[in-house]
């Protein structure tokens, strides 16, 4: 698994309000935050990505996530 730190160029904002869990927004600059393992993957991986628990993965520009409501959604800036 890539394990990338976004943190390190990315500064994330919170979307808000809060996205419903049942219909989370995408996009190139949105980024799921996992709740459980506080890993930061964005919306539209084109590369594979996944979080450390398995609960977001995806590439090819999906994301399967396995609980929405363990997710935050966020934007991210290039620092
Ligand atoms: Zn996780």
Redesign the pocket.
């Known amino acids: 698994m890539l394990n990338i730190d976004m943190r390190k160029i990315y500064n994330f904002y919170p979307i808000e309000p809060a996205p419903d869990a049942a219909n989370l927004p995408t996009g190139g600059d949105i980024y799921y935050e996992?709740?459980?393992?506080?890993?930061v993957v964005n919306s539209v991986p084109f590369i594979k990505a996944a979080?450390?628990?398995?609960?977001?993965t995806g590439g090819g520009g999906n994301l399967t996530v396995k609980n929405p409501e363990?997710v935050r959604v966020v934007r991210g800036k290039l620092k």
């Open positions: 996992c709740a459980d393992c506080q890993v979080c450390a628990c398995g609960n977001l363990r």
